[in-house]
């Protein structure tokens, strides 16, 4: 079953309007996630680090001001997409370590794609 | 330098074959973590394998097989019997320690058609 949940799977929004995704650990505490942006048939581009209890760790030339996170709980981390234009269109992927699997394994919650129209 | 190398963009191989999809890492760590998702149409990156490097034996997952020669800094994958459902993209992953914080170095991925 998965490991980490992702909602929504798909979101479409009017440009200059927010839209919130979250990622959740399912029966783990993880006190670091990841959010990934992939572009079609790329790889995944990691965008920040999302400590909880503290300010996300943001990847240089990701702007911190529209990429909102939030990792407000061990459990939840948010990921607000501030003003959205069609250019912030893409998919989005969180991940989690599982602490206690094999090398602390990262599992990635099922992704969200985005379409800002 | 590239973390993670994934020379081949796209690979073919019949239904029931078998298929090695290549990945080089480079790391002055002793302490790593090799990793292989597979990502479907669908986006989702489903975890498949994990060797680590003091792992002396190669992982293996059914039908899956992480063939690791560490002095040549390799960790291919090797799927065994393929079936259609196995085409999709593969990245090749690795993690320099084990904190959980660490990042995660990603390869530009494989994608593999499976032919009936």
Not at chain 1, 4 to 28: A, M, N
Not at chain 1, 42 to 54: D, F, K
Request: charged letters at 15%; proline letters at 3%.
């Amino acid at each position: 079953g998965a490991v980490v949940s992702q909602h929504p799977s798909w979101v479409i929004c009017k440009s200059g309007t927010s839209v919130k995704i979250e990622c959740r650990s399912l029966d783990f505490q993880a006190t670091t996630m990841f959010w990934y942006r992939q572009f079609p048939k790329q790889s995944l581009m990691l965008m920040a680090t999302s400590n909880e209890g503290s300010k996300a760790t943001y990847e240089q030339g990701v702007e911190k001001d529209k990429f909102l996170i939030n990792h407000a709980s061990l459990t939840l981390s948010t990921l607000t997409v501030t003003s959205a234009h069609p250019e912030d269109s893409s998919f989005y992927i969180c991940s989690a370590s599982k602490p206690k699997s094999s090398g602390n394994t990262i599992y990635f919650g099922e992704g969200s794609w985005l379409t800002v129209v | 330098a590239q973390k993670i190398t994934q020379t081949q963009p796209g690979m073919f191989v019949q239904e029931k074959e078998a298929v090695t999809l290549d990945c080089t890492y480079d790391t002055s760590d002793q302490s790593y973590g090799l990793f292989w998702y597979k990502q479907p149409s669908s986006g989702e990156m489903i975890f498949l394998i994990y060797q680590g490097s003091y792992d002396e034996q190669n992982a293996t997952e059914g039908r899956y097989s992480l063939n690791f020669q560490k002095a040549r800094k390799s960790a291919n994958l090797v799927i065994s019997a393929s079936q259609l459902g196995d085409s999709a993209m593969y990245f090749c992953a690795m993690r320099e320690g084990s904190y959980p914080g660490n990042q995660f170095y990603f390869g530009t991925g494989t994608s593999l058609t499976v032919i009936p």
